[in-house]
């Protein structure tokens, strides 16, 4: 078998992969559009199987080489693993609950939201990763271009070329798929479906190979254990030390490495998931370890000596005459390579973003704005900018990845380079633990304590890892730096005879623990960690609470005013759509109408969650805080962390419960007074208005006509007079014609003429008809006119009414300099929805509830030159029509959205609604 | 679930096992392997065992504590029923 094929193979591979996930993701989205949750691709089988990301090229080739050379120690780094899962109940469900509760989006992001929402943290966690996961990524290309060397023996190969182009493919697969949106809530449906599906074709190969060995090389099982004892080694023998260091090891591994910790966590759909991966995923461990000791004493009793023994699955087969089974392992070798690429890299690429280009962005940004450089309301959409750090980032962790392949050579032990990575990111256990089960850790102690750990891993175990004279002298590294022996890399403070990774692991951790438990002990947790430290660790006792009770990081309301703001900063952030529903349904929950609720803390809370789903806990906190200020934590709220009393909490937890729905009752109540009174001073004014209205033009007439009856009066000025009458007279029909329009939309009695016509024409003529408006002024209009090629079926000269209306009004108001509209359309279902945006100042908040009222205007009626009926006539237009117009706050202007629906129902069916 | 925290303790002392016996003569690699994979599929039949009683609890607590709108449901648009959002998604109960 030669390059020609298995290029192509794996190729077409990738390209089937790559099916998987839009299929999945396509299908996600239509499940969702129509409001049902992806039930199959969100299923604990799909989760268990996300799981085995686990296992990547390193178990597929690199196990069976771990067992040819130290027998079964191979299956630590499974075990530690399943004592892990089979042990949930202990660490899995509170972190798989923090994690739920928080919105976590990251291993970084968990701590540094525990850690007091301090970013510093998140910086530190996030580096670590980084040059933890380097080796990692590193081992993951070795084994693909050591799979491509073994096909192809006798054709010349550059391994670092062939490297090179993997890395590159991997990176575009990962940014096409891991960053084409930012969803709320971190989740991948296709990326994850796409994993569980190489999940099952790593398992199918290496079992295939396996069985393959026992029963077709060796005569079954009884055989096979013969042979392995024939082929023991002297060094196969169990050592103390590394057996219990190695499951301890992947048991922290399986938690803190971040790919895992994002298909464990971040990815989870349900909780009680974790319970049938609890067993299911030590069952996977068990089946894809079960035949990997077969396969090295196969290869070491069939292969000739001197093969590299982490190829045992791919040349056994390729060598005894079963190609078939070759090309099976070297697929099952490419799936288990790339799954674990794609979500470190997805992992990765979301802390570096995160914690590390937006803060850099928003401190600039507020530099600018301190400059005045840019407006200090920024509406710029930050979702581009996210999503461009992630694809950057990706590209810079499979470029390390790389680098890393190619400086250290690329030939050493497939699980040796995989142990680098696992003693790395256990770094970060000590922070984690701590986090989750003790209140007194502080975030110095977790920034002093990680640090201190990642430099002593990087001394003693990464940097040597590179070999002698690469990075570290090779004087360095056997007599210490200065020559002080001391403090060589691998026996530091003389330990010396100790195995380089134990001898790291010790000092690294205990270096680690002990700083991080120093750190908490001197220093003095802040009030907002000390909110989050309860939220983490007493997750159980405050859910069982009502939630408004405990904790939380917001204690004072927002200034009524900074409703606005706070919206127009989550639209940057979720997108405008979602952003207005989450604030529309708050308002609502508030017993309000309209896209503003009243910024309470508990609405901070759950904006600040909100956000902390896309950008990280320490960002959103940091975005609201700049808005709000620094109005943080109260005493009283401090108070009721500390007192745990669960009666006290329940008893008081109910009183606010009920509070709040009485002041919610009451809040509709006393809105509703308000709209009476309101009604009735406006049927006053409205009958004094339409007086004024009626008689302003009555009068001249009278007074004109007057005039004309006498007799001194020349032809001009009868000409002039009589013109003057004929106009006022048709001001007053069009007055009348409005009011009696009003009042026979308003009672619904209006004859809708239906007919078929397209959105985009509809558009057109209205921007036509509106030019006349104040003709002088030169509007820039927006439009995307794609989106506007919509079939409708409603009344088209009534919608066109509205049209003409709403950007008259616009020509008529907007007061910028260089007026511009914005006309958006969109389509959701069987809804249009039309926005308005003009970049003017704005109506002003306690003004937009009025502006649909008869009769109201804003500025000076002569100025306007209209009666004020136009937005009401178009309010009742678009309840005649099933839809509605609404003013949209915080778009940087005035905007007005009107919605209706595609096809209008017969009245009937309307008026049964 | 007091069996399922004592699990993992009592698999990590019978994983230990192999160590000790390597000290003492031993049975062989592959005798040791017999042990450790009979070890292991024992261990996940008593985690099976036990996730159903826990995946119970874990659901009555969800349901005594949350009843609104699960996360999948959360982005929906505007239409009444999104009152949920946030108020309960972070909230899935203990």
């Known amino acids: 078998m030669t390059l020609n094929i298995l290029i192509p193979a794996a190729l077409g591979y990738v390209v089937f992969l790559f099916l998987i996930a839009s299929l999945a993701e396509r299908r996600a989205e239509v499940l969702r559009a129509a409001g049902r949750a992806p039930r199959f691709l969100r299923s604990p089988v799909i989760y268990t199987l996300s799981l085995s990301v686990y296992c990547t090229a390193w178990t597929f080739y690199g196990a069976v080489g771990y067992a040819a050379r130290s027998g079964l120690e191979y299956v630590t780094i499974y075990l530690g693993p399943t004592l892990v899962f089979v042990g949930w109940w202990w660490l899995l469900r509170k972190l798989v609950r923090i994690g739920k509760a928080q919105r976590v989006t990251s291993i970084a992001d968990l701590i540094s939201s525990r850690y007091g929402k301090s970013n510093a943290v998140g910086v530190i966690v ?91 090389l060796a005569d079954g099982p009884a055989d096979i254990m013969a042979r392995i004892s024939e082929v023991e080694l002297p060094e196969w023998e169990i050592q103390m030390g590394r057996w219990m260091g190695l499951t301890f090891l992947a048991g922290v591994a399986v938690v803190t490495l971040p790919r895992m910790f994002q298909v464990l966590v971040v990815e989870n759909a349900d909780e009680t998931h974790l319970a049938i991966a609890s067993w299911a995923f030590p069952l996977y461990l068990l089946a894809i370890s079960l035949f990997v000791l077969p396969i090295a004493a196969a290869g070491l009793t069939f292969l000739p000596e001197g093969m590299n023994p982490d190829l045992f699955v791919l040349s056994l087969p390729h060598s005894l005459g079963q190609p078939g089974l070759a090309m099976l392992a070297f697929l099952g070798g490419l799936s288990a390579a790339t799954s674990m690429v794609i979500i470190a890299a997805i992992a990765l690429a979301t802390m570096m973003s995160n914690h590390i280009v937006v803060p ?19 509406a710029s959409d930050m979702r581009g900018l996210v999503l461009n750090a992630r694809r950057l980032s990706i590209g810079v962790i499979l470029g390390l990845g790389y680098l890393y392949f190619a400086v250290s050579g690329g030939s050493r032990a497939l699980a040796a380079i995989g142990l680098i990575s696992f003693a790395g990111m256990a770094q970060v256990l000590p922070a984690l633990v701590g986090a989750l089960y003790w209140r007194g850790a502080s975030r110095i102690g977790a920034a002093l304590g990680t640090s201190v750990g990642t430099l002593a891993w990087l001394y003693t175990l990464f940097l040597p890892s590179f070999g002698p004279d690469v990075i570290l002298s090779a004087a360095l590294m056997n007599e210490g730096p200065f020559g002080l022996s001391w403090l060589r890399p691998h026996a530091l403070f003389g330990v010396e005879g100790l195995d380089p990774l134990l001898h ?35 997750v159980y006792d405050l859910a069982a609470s009502d939630e408004s009770t405990v904790a939380r990081g917001w204690s004072h309301d927002a200034a009524e005013n900074e409703a606005e703001d706070l919206l127009a900063m989550s639209q940057r952030i979720l997108g405008a759509d979602v952003a207005l529903a989450f604030f529309a349904a708050a308002a609502r929950g508030q017993g309000k109408g309209g896209f503003l609720p009243d910024p309470t803390p508990d609405f901070l809370n759950r904006l600040e969650r909100e956000l902390a789903g896309s950008v990280g806990a320490a960002t959103a906190h940091a975005m609201i805080a700049q808005i709000v200020g620094g109005r943080l934590v109260t005493v009283a709220d401090l108070m009721a962390v500390a007192s745990e009393t669960a009666q006290i909490m329940e008893h008081s937890a109910q009183l606010e419960a009920k509070s709040e729905e009485l002041a919610r009752t009451a809040r509709q109540l006393s809105e509703a007074n308000e709209m009476l009174q309101r009604l009735s001073v406006q049927k006053d004014s409205f009958l004094s208005q339409i007086s004024h209205e009626l008689r302003t033009p009555m009068t001249s007439i009278r007074a004109f006509s007057e005039i004309l009856m006498d007799d001194e009066v020349t032809q001009d000025e009868t000409l002039r007079y009589a013109r003057i009458i004929h106009d006022e007279s048709i001001r007053l029909t069009r007055l009348l014609d409005d009011l009696l329009d009003l009042s026979v939309l308003e009672n619904g009695q209006v004859n809708l003429d239906i007919e078929d016509a397209n959105l985009h024409e509809l558009i057109d003529r209205a921007l036509m008809a509106s030019n006349s408006v104040q003709p002088q002024r030169d509007f820039v209009i927006r439009r995307q006119v794609a989106d506007e090629d919509i079939a409708l079926r409603t009344d088209i000269g009534r919608l066109t009414q509205v049209f003409i209306n709403i950007l008259s009004n616009a020509r008529k108001y907007c007061d910028s300099a260089q007026p511009e509209l914005r006309i958006v359309v969109r389509k959701r279902a069987a809804q249009v929805a039309v926005d308005f945006i003009d970049n003017g100042s704005g109506i002003p908040k306690q003004s937009q509830v009025l502006i649909f009222e008869k009769f109201a205007r804003l500025t000076d009626t002569h100025k306007a030159g209209g009666a004020g009926l136009g937005l009401a006539i178009c309010r009742e237009i678009m309840l005649n029509l099933g839809g509605d117009i609404a003013y949209v706050p915080g778009q940087g202007g005035t905007a007005f959205r009107v919605t209706f629906p595609l096809v209008l129902k017969p009245r009937a069916a309307r008026a049964a609604r | 679930m007091d069996a399922a925290r004592i699990l993992p303790v009592v698999g990590f002392v019978l994983i230990l096992l192999p160590v000790l016996w390597t000290h003492s003569g031993g049975f062989g690699t592959a005798g040791e392997a017999v042990y450790l994979f009979g070890l292991w599929g024992l261990l996940i039949v008593a985690a099976a065992l036990l996730s159903a009683p826990l995946r119970g609890a874990l659901r009555r607590d969800a349901q005594g504590n949350a009843p609104d709108a699960r996360p999948e449901t959360r982005t929906r648009p505007v239409d009444g029923t999104g009152v949920g959002t946030g108020g309960g998604a972070e909230r899935d109960g203990p």
Do not use: C
């Open chain 1, 360 to 378: 850099l962005w928003l401190a600039s940004r507020r530099r600018a704005a301190g400059r005045g450089a840019i407006p200090s309301r920024d």
């Open chain 1, 504 to 538: 790291a692991l010790f000092w690294s951790l205990l270096m680690n623990v002990a700083a991080f438990l120093a750190g908490s002990l001197v220093s003095f947790p802040s009030p907002v960690e000390r909110v989050q430290s309860a939220q983490f660790v007493n």
């Open chain 1, 126 to 216: 996030t580096l670590l990763a980084l040059v933890a996961t380097t080796p990692y990524i590193a081992l993951q290309l070795q084994s693909i271009a050591l799979s491509f060397g073994a096909f192809a023996a006798d054709q010349p190969l550059a391994p670092k070329q062939l490297a090179l182009w993997v890395a590159a493919g991997l990176a575009l697969f990962t940014i096409l798929f891991g960053t084409r949106n930012l969803d709320a809530n971190e989740q991948h449906h296709g990326v994850v479906t796409a994993i569980a599906f190489e999940a099952v074709v790593k398992l199918v190969a290496l079992i295939a190979v396996g069985a393959w060995v026992v029963w077709g």
